[in-house]
C-alpha cells in the first residue's frame, strides 16, 4: 500500500496548492476602479494550480510503481545474501516469493530458513525504493505547483486552461465505451484465432459431434476431442429461440395488450411493476427455482405420460427462460401499442367493431413490426443467458427435438470449459472463446436487426 | 326485403332478428373470451412470480438467524453463512460504483452536452448503446482476457469483478443519465449562458444539479443488476471457497449470486435451505435497491 500513502500525500499536496492559489488569486480578485478586469475567478487559479500540483506527481507514480517491483527484484538478486540460492529457477522463485510475503508483512513465518536471511534485504530494497519514489513524486509535485503557482496574476486566463483540461477528462471518459467495445472484440477474435489454428472453422461450425476433452495420452480413450458445435447451437436455439418464446410470446403480448386496453387504472399501477420485476430476479434465483422445483415436475410429467424424461430437460430451461423473458416482449408490445395513432383506434371503433376486434384486426397489425423488434431484442437476451440455462440444462450434446430430452447451449458450455484448471494453449480452453465470438457476432446482430425494425416502425407513424 | 326468395345480402340488418341477436352475442362472448385470456396471462406471470417468492420463503425462512447472517462458507451446512459472499460482493460493488459512476456521468455529459455531430461521436454512441445489449458472459470472457491473463491481476479478486461489472454497468449508467440531462430544458442553459456563464459552468452548476436524481435512479438500477449477477464472475474464477470473509480488494473473494450458485450444487440436504436463505437476503437487497430508485425518482425529479 506504499503507492496509496503516496497518492494521498500528493491529493493532499493538492490541496495545498489550491488554497495557496486561491489565496494569492483573491487579493487581486477585486481590483480597485479604474484597474484591469481580472480574467478568472479565485477557485479558478487553486484548480489550475492544484492540476499542476497533483498530475505530474500522479505521473510519476504510476511510472514509479510500473517499474519499482523489478528494480527492487535486481537489487535483492544481486546482493550477496542472494548468492547462496539453488541455481534451479522454480526453488529460487519459491524462496524469493516467501522472504517478500515475509517482509511485507504478508506471512509470519517462513517455511525455508534460506528466505529468513533475505528478509533483510528485501526490506532495504522496499525502503530503499520506497524513499525514491517519494521523492520523485514530491519534487514533480512542487516543480508543477511552483511553475503554475508563479502564472498566476490578474491577467492569467487559468479558466481556460481548467475548462480544457475537463473537456479531455469528459472526452476520454466517453472514449472507454469504445474502448471496451475494441477489448471484447479483440480478445475473442486474438483467442479465436488460436483456437481455429488448431481445429478448422469448417469443422467448429458445421460439425455434429461435440465432446471437447482433450486426451492427455495419445492412446487414451474417448477423448478424442470433437469440436463441431452444431449440437450447442441447436440446444441454444431449441431453448432460448423455440421453447421460451412459446412461453414469451403470447403471455407478454397478452398482458400488455391486457394492461393497456383494458385492466383499471389501479390494476395497472400495480401489475405493471409486477412484471416488470420478473425481469429483475436475478437469473441464479430462477436457474435455482428451475433446477429445484421445475425440472423435477416437468420429469414426473414426462413419466407420467409414459416419455422418457431427462431431469436435465430442455422444456424446463426453456420455460423458466420464457418467463423471464415476459417483461421484455410485454414493455415493448405495450410501447409499440401505445405508438399506434388514436384515429386508427376511434375509426375501427367507430365503425361498430368491438374492442377485441379493434384489437386483433388494427392494432396488433399496425404494431407489428415494434412486437417483432421486441421480440428479437427478447431472442437475443435468452441465447446469451446463462445462469438457467447451467443450472437447468444438461452437458450432454444432444442433437434431438424432444423437449423432455436435455440439450446444452453455447454458454453452459462456455462456463463449462473455463471453470476449473485452465491452460491457455489448449484447444479446450480456447474454444470457449471461439464460442463466445459466435454469441457475439449473433446477439449483434439481432440487435442491430431489431433496432431497425423498431426505428423504422416509429418513422412510419410520426 | 322479407318477401324477396333470395335475399341479396346474408348479414341481417334487423336488430330484433333472432339471427341479428346471435350474431351480437356470439361478438360479445368473443369480446369476453379475450379479455379473460388477457387476464389469464396476467395473472399466470405475476402468479409465477409470487409462486417463486413463496416456494423460496418457505423453504429458507428457517434458514435465518444470527449464525447464517454473520458466518462464511463451510462444508457442513449447519455452520454456513453468508457474511463471506456479502462482503466480497461489497467490496466488489464499491469498486464498481467508484468506476461506472463517475465515467458513466462524464460520458454522459459529453455526449449530450459537447459532443460535436460527427463520425467520431457517432461511433461511441453505437458503442455504447451494443455495449448495453451485449450478454453478460462475454464480458466475463473480457474480464479473462484483459484483466487476468494480460494485466495479471489477482484471480478470484473483488477489483478484477468490480472492473469486469463495471464495464457491464458504464453503458446503463450512461443512458439513464444522458435521458435525465436531456430531461432539463434548454431555457435554462440559456438563461445561464445569458448571464455569461462558461459552457462547463452550465453544466456544473445548473444542469447536473438538476439531472442528478434521474442519474442515480439510473445508477441505482444499474448497480441492482449488477449486484444479482453470477455469469461474469464465475469466468474470472471468482467461485472459490471462502472460510473467512475477504480482508481487501486483493484478496480471493465470492460474491452472493456465486454462492447461490455454488450451494445450489451441493449434494448435501441441509443446503436447499440454506440456498433459498441466501435468496431471500439477495432479493431483498434487490427489492431495498429498486425501492430507493422508485422513491428518488418520485421525491426529486423534476417534471418539467
Do not use: C
Amino acid at each position: 500500500m506504499t503507492a496509496l500513502t503516496i497518492a494521498l500525500l500528493l491529493l493532499g499536496l493538492g490541496l495545498a496548492a489550491w488554497l495557496a492559489a486561491r489565496a494569492k488569486a483573491m487579493a487581486f480578485a477585486r481590483p480597485a476602479a479604474g484597474a484591469a478586469r481580472v480574467h478568472s475567478l479565485p477557485a479558478y487559479h487553486g484548480w489550475y494550480v492544484a492540476l499542476w500540483a497533483v498530475v505530474p506527481g500522479l505521473i510519476v507514480l504510476a511510472a514509479w510503481s510500473h517499474f519499482s517491483g523489478g528494480l527492487i527484484y535486481q537489487t535483492v538478486i544481486a546482493s550477496p545474501e542472494a548468492a547462496a540460492l539453488p541455481a534451479f529457477d522454480m526453488q529460487r522463485q519459491a524462496i524469493l516469493g516467501e522472504a517478500y510475503a515475509l517482509a511485507t508483512g504478508g506471512a509470519d513465518a517462513a517455511f525455508n530458513p534460506q528466505a529468513r536471511a533475505l528478509v533483510p534485504v528485501y526490506e532495504g530494497a522496499i525502503a530503499f525504493y520506497f524513499w525514491i519514489g517519494l521523492a520523485a513524486a514530491l519534487i514533480s509535485a512542487f516543480a508543477g505547483g511552483a511553475f503554475a503557482y508563479s502564472r498566476v496574476s490578474p491577467h492569467f486566463r487559468a479558466r481556460t486552461r481548467v475548462e480544457r483540461t475537463v473537456m479531455a477528462v469528459l472526452l476520454l471518459a466517453s472514449l472507454i465505451a469504445v474502448l471496451t467495445t475494441l477489448g471484447i472484440l479483440v480478445s475473442l477474435i486474438f483467442e479465436s484465432v488460436r483456437f481455429f489454428s488448431m481445429v478448422s472453422p469448417i469443422e467448429f461450425l458445421f460439425g455434429t459431434s461435440w465432446s471437447p476433452q482433450m486426451a492427455i495420452r495419445a492412446d487414451q480413450a474417448g477423448s478424442s476431442g470433437a469440436f463441431g458445435a452444431i449440437p450447442l447451437f441447436w440446444g441454444t436455439i431449441f431453448i432460448g429461440a423455440i421453447i421460451a418464446m412459446i412461453v414469451a410470446i403470447p403471455l407478454g403480448l397478452m398482458s400488455a395488450i391486457y394492461l393497456t386496453q383494458y385492466a383499471s387504472p389501479t390494476v395497472r399501477a400495480w401489475m405493471k411493476p409486477a412484471l416488470e420485476m420478473l425481469a429483475g430476479v436475478p437469473t441464479v434465483v430462477y436457474g435455482y427455482f428451475a433446477a429445484l422445483t421445475v425440472a423435477p415436475a416437468i420429469r414426473d410429467l414426462g413419466l407420467s405420460l409414459g416419455i422418457p424424461a431427462s431431469t436435465e430437460s430442455a422444456l424446463a430451461a426453456g420455460l423458466v427462460m420464457g418467463i423471464m423473458i415476459i417483461p421484455f416482449v410485454s414493455s415493448m408490445a405495450d410501447d409499440s401499442i401505445a405508438a399506434v395513432p388514436q384515429a386508427m383506434r376511434d375509426g375501427s371503433l367507430a365503425m361498430g367493431a368491438t374492442k377485441s376486434e379493434t384489437i386483433k384486426k388494427v392494432l396488433v397489425p399496425a404494431a407489428l413490426p415494434g412486437v417483432v423488434g421486441g421480440v428479437l431484442l427478447a431472442v437475443s437476451r435468452a441465447i446469451g443467458e446463462t445462469m438457467i440455462v447451467v443450472m437447468a440444462a444438461g452437458l450432454a450434446a444432444n442433437l434431438t427435438a424432444n423437449p423432455f430430452d436435455s440439450v446444452t447451449t453455447v454458454t453452459t458450455q462456455i462456463v463449462q470449459l473455463l471453470t476449473g484448471d485452465q491452460e491457455f494453449d489448449s484447444p479446450k480452453t480456447l474454444a470457449a472463446f471461439a464460442l463466445g465470438l459466435v454469441l457475439f457476432m449473433v446477439t449483434l446482430a439481432l440487435n442491430i436487426v431489431a433496432l431497425r425494425v423498431v426505428k423504422k416502425y416509429r418513422e412510419a407513424y410520426e | 326485403m322479407s318477401d324477396l326468395a333470395f335475399p341479396l345480402d346474408p348479414t341481417p340488418t334487423d336488430w330484433n332478428d333472432a339471427a341479428m341477436q346471435r350474431r351480437i352475442r356470439k361478438r360479445y362472448t368473443a369480446e369476453r373470451r379475450f379479455k379473460l385470456l388477457g387476464l389469464a396471462a396476467v395473472s399466470l406471470s405475476a402468479g409465477f412470480l409470487a409462486f417463486l417468492l413463496i416456494t423460496m420463503l418457505a423453504k429458507g425462512l428457517g434458514g435465518i438467524d444470527i449464525g447464517f447472517l454473520t458466518g462464511s462458507d463451510a462444508t457442513d451446512p449447519a455452520q454456513v453463512g453468508i457474511w463471506g459472499a456479502f462482503k466480497g460482493s461489497l467490496l466488489t460493488m464499491i469498486v464498481t460504483l467508484g468506476i461506472a459512476f463517475p465515467v458513466g456521468v462524464l460520458s454522459a455529459v459529453y455526449l449530450e452536452e459537447y459532443a460535436p455531430r460527427n463520425r467520431w461521436t457517432d461511433i461511441i454512441e453505437v458503442s455504447i448503446n451494443n455495449l448495453a445489449a451485449v450478454p453478460s458472459i462475454i464480458f466475463g470472457l473480457l474480464g479473462l482476457a484483459i484483466f487476468l491473463n494480460f494485466m495479471h491481476l489477482p484471480r478470484s479478486a473483488p477489483i478484477v469483478g468490480g472492473l469486469t461489472l463495471a464495464l457491464m454497468t458504464m453503458p446503463v449508467i450512461v443512458i439513464a443519465g444522458r435521458n435525465a440531462i436531456k430531461s432539463v430544458p434548454p431555457s435554462i442553459r440559456d438563461a445561464a449562458l445569458g448571464i455569461g456563464a462558461s459552457r462547463i459552468q452550465v453544466v456544473s452548476h445548473h444542469v447536473l444539479p438538476l439531472a442528478l436524481p434521474g442519474i442515480l435512479t439510473g445508477t441505482i438500477i444499474g448497480m441492482a443488476r449488477a449486484l444479482g449477477e453470477t455469469a461474469p464472475l464465475l469466468m474470472i474464477g471468482m467461485r472459490a471457497f471462502i472460510a473467512s470473509p475477504p480482508g481487501g480488494f486483493t484478496e480471493p473473494a465470492t460474491a452472493l449470486p456465486v454462492q447461490i450458485f455454488l450451494w445450489s450444487d451441493e449434494v448435501s440436504r441441509g443446503f436447499v435451505e440454506k440456498t433459498s436463505a441466501a435468496i431471500i437476503v439477495l432479493l431483498a437487497f434487490l427489492l431495498a435497491m429498486n425501492g430507493l430508485a422508485i422513491y428518488l425518482r418520485n421525491r426529486f425529479e423534476t417534471r418539467w
